[in-house]
């Protein structure tokens, strides 16, 4: 038996407070959570954690690329296995033990490649249905194999997908796949002239707007723009018409996509995961009155809403039993580059008004912060107790996909012994990280001393 002895304990659960206390663990689960020191036998090794936090492992509803096999809704060509791994060792140096992996048109065996040779446990999504075949396809669709096409969703679930989704990721809705993908190829196509991520980004709201509608270009932006970005020998029409054909041939079939995995979850009993966003508003609202309970609006922080939307979509959802999910992106550290103007302002209103029930990270183009940070910010800064804090990042999730709440996301006996120790000064800092009662990672920063047995 392992025993953690002198840890202050927040179970995950949402309601109880954090008290001082030991969790025994024994052939991979939690054995016992006590308010008292256990001592355990001659046998056991007991640590003692001296005050740090003990909190349940996170579990990361919403992860991309930690897997080899097509990413994203646009079926894109996949990562390497290498880089996959390399991804997942990120998520676990962040104290996520589980994650989502939400490129939902993978199959079983690209999946199990990944789980085997490393501890975080990587659960299944899907999409594999039509019209986002037909979505894929018309963005991209490049990396989807015969054997990808030929999976149904309800093959994946018979397989042991945990949620359909991401339903209208970024490429097919305009999001920030576009920004760092597709534009750029088209506008270096056009011109011979690279552009990064965030010039994409001015681009294509310029063009269409944050909603992402033909019709209203900003011409004056537009030109300046090209001037900015030595664009020039393409005039505001052409650059119009790039952008529209790179962004908008998607958008109707992911929305219709969309509507129809609120369909498959109730016939499935299966939560969907949907690219939450100005352009999706509508849509997503009418599919979150048919799931109910099965809906989940994966970053209803998205950049292209304003604050006043993102608070009316979260209430809209809430009212309709379904999950409200913000995500991590790079706020903290600004890997992308990207203008994340206000991004800061809609997620501070949504933790006021207590309209969050989920934490992720998205990808943001493989440089996403940790849950535990946007965790620890929100205690920090006042914006929810740390016991609701924290069940963002685990029992809420765990409530919310059932296939997963089923054996982890809580710190109660029966239950898998995954556990993430933080210094008690803050959950952002993860210093020791349990997967099924076996140590897989220690901060070479502050290590701890493990007796042996």
Known sequence: MLVLNNA??????GRRKPFRGSIAIENGLIAAVSPHDLRGGTADTVIDLDGRLAVPGAIDPHAHATAPGPRFASGTPGVSLVESLG?????????????????GFKSPADHASARGMQPVKVEMATVHFDPMFAAADACDGSGLSDLHRELTAQDMNDHGAVVLGEVGAGMTLGGGGQDYIYIPAAIEAATGIPIVQAQA????YAALGRHIRSGAPDRARLQ???????LGRLDVDDLVAIIEQSVLPSIELALDGLLRSALLAVELQLPTLVHNSAPSDDVARHAAEIAGELFIGGHTNHPTFSTEEALANARWIRDHGGHVEVDTFDLWTGGTGTSRSGMHECLIALAQAELI??????????????MWEMVAAFVQAGLAPIERAVAMATGNVARAIPRIGASRGVLKPGLAADIVVTSSRTLADVELVFVDGELVYSAARRPISIPVA
Not at 94 to 99: C, L
Not at 224 to 230: D, P, S
Not at 358 to 366: E, H, K, M, R
């Open 8 to 13: 202050e304990i927040v179970t995950g659960d």
């Open 87 to 103: 991804n997942l060792r990120r998520h676990l140096v962040q104290g996520h033990t589980t994650v989502v992996d939400l490129d």
């Open 201 to 204: 980004q001015q681009l294509k």
């Open 224 to 230: 300046q723009l090209i001037a900015e970005y030595g």
């Open 357 to 370: 029930d989920l934490i992720a990270t998205d990808y943001a183009a493989g440089h996403w912060d940790g």
